[in-house]
């Protein structure tokens, strides 16, 4: 799911920042989501995938 | 996404307590999220996905 997170923030030129303050999700807690380091809610997912403009589904790598 | 859950679970005639020890989830748990009261993390999401044989983003309604 992080890698799907970080490609879609690259394709849309968003920094890691940004898109965390877009997201409402603290800049560090972003960094690990991003690195496969947290087990994040579903409601985060829903956050990030907003900032995004994605579906949520489409994050997520099964 | 409770009502996602269930309403798959009941198309492949799955008690919920059945469903949530295929998870491995509690039992209990399962109820409260089927109704919508639980933030579940990713990571149960995709244990109820791959239980009830689906895509986890199947059951995410955005």
Same mark, same amino acid.
């Given at each position: 799911m992080g890698? +799907?997170?970080? =490609?879609?923030?690259?394709s849309q030129q968003i920094s890691q920042e940004t898109l965390a303050? %877009? &997201?409402g999700v603290d +800049?560090?807690? %972003?960094?690990?989501? =991003?690195?496969g380091k947290r087990d994040i809610r579903v409601?985060?997912?829903f956050k990030i &995938? +907003? &900032?995004l403009k994605m579906p949520p589904g489409n994050l997520l790598d099964f």
């Open positions: 890698r +799907r997170i970080r =490609e879609t923030r690259n303050d %877009m &997201a +800049r560090s807690h %972003m960094g690990f989501i =991003e690195r409601s985060t997912l &995938a +907003r &900032a």
